[in-house]
């Protein structure tokens, strides 16, 4: 069933292969008016698939925090092996912890210490706030950079990260730090989203086309999802969006490193790999057209994202 629902995925998506030809073509008369036609085009092409992602839990942050889902997160961490108990009696890290959701759901399976860190004042003080609704012994919020941690040196036994590394630009400097506060023999629990897998360009609110950059530049993306966003924002009567919204949406927000680079990143910065999982691939093509691994830049759309279980080795 589940193939069949991606080879219905792929018919729709053969509607649209000329677009990237109709659009070079137009950008020879003019660029303005190629990038004008490619807008439209994006409208045209959403009709061809149903919305994936609700708007109105992304306008206020209650809804936010009651619409986050950090169960994705511990499922992933089955698959790497890890049970829930994993952390029981460690001290944790959560990088990039932003309202603090997993900081406590770590803290509630037995962490001794849960400290959550993000580069977002309002998001930490809306962690605090959270806390004092909900008090928890043993949690902690801070706001700080992943690339100048403020911990002294294995500090932690385990370090989690959910939804953040594809926001990094500079993943081994982010690795280095990590690796420092985490004592040796403590692992590293973290996903990151490819920009190049099926909605890995977190336009999902208003691009509901799978794989946008194949077919539609970066230019007009933004220009859509933004006169999307503002529409939105007239609809419900609202001056501004939430500032939380502009750090994880959006191609701005995104670096462009490919999963094939990460592995590399990841043993130059002295980690060991216990495991890792895909998620959000294309598994009738990766299972049944196993040739196009021979083509990195293909494979890049098709091998989806990824979850890690890093170990700091011991000595």
């Not at 950090?70 to 944790?92: H, N, S």
């Not at 036994?157 to 400097?173: G, R």
């Amino acid at each position: 069933m589940e193939t069949i629902r991606y080879i219905l995925v792929y018919l729709r998506l053969a509607v649209l292969l000329p677009v990237p030809v109709i659009t070079r073509v137009a950008s020879w008369v003019s660029s303005s008016m190629a990038l004008k036609l490619e807008v439209v085009l994006i409208g045209w092409a959403n009709r061809l698939f149903r919305p994936r992602i609700p708007i109105e839990p992304f306008l206020d942050r209650d809804a936010y925090y009651a619409y986050l889902d950090v169960d994705d997160f511990r499922t992933l961490g089955r698959k790497l092996g890890l049970r829930d108990e994993w952390v029981a009696g460690l001290a944790v890290l959560d990088v990039g912890c932003g309202h603090g959701k997993l900081t406590r759901r770590v803290r509630e399976l037995g962490a001794t210490r849960a400290v959550g860190l993000d580069i977002a004042a309002s998001s930490i003080a809306y962690a605090h706030q959270e806390l004092e609704r909900r008090p928890l012994s043993g949690v902690e919020y801070l706001e700080g950079s992943v690339y100048q941690l403020p911990f002294p040196d294995a500090t932690f036994d385990a370090i989690v990260s959910q939804v953040v590394f594809e926001h990094l630009m500079d993943i081994p400097l982010a690795l280095a730090e990590l690796r420092r506060v985490l004592k040796p023999g403590g692992r590293f629990y973290f996903t990151i989203d490819s920009i190049r897998c099926r909605y890995g360009s977190h336009l999902g609110h208003y691009i509901l086309v799978p794989w946008p950059l194949l077919f539609f530049s970066e230019a007009a993306l933004e220009i859509y999802w933004k006169r999307a966003w503002r529409e939105t924002l007239r609809e419900h009567h609202l001056d501004e969006a939430p500032d939380f919204f502009e750090y994880g949406m959006g191609l701005p927000s995104l670096n462009r490193v490919r999963m094939a680079e990460v592995d590399r990143m990841i043993v130059e910065a002295g980690f060991e790999i216990e495991r890792d999982v895909a998620y959000a691939d294309e598994k009738p093509l990766v299972n049944h057209l196993p040739f196009l691994r021979r083509f990195p830049l293909l494979f890049e759309f098709i091998r989806g994202s990824k979850a890690y279980l890093l170990r700091k080795p011991s000595a």
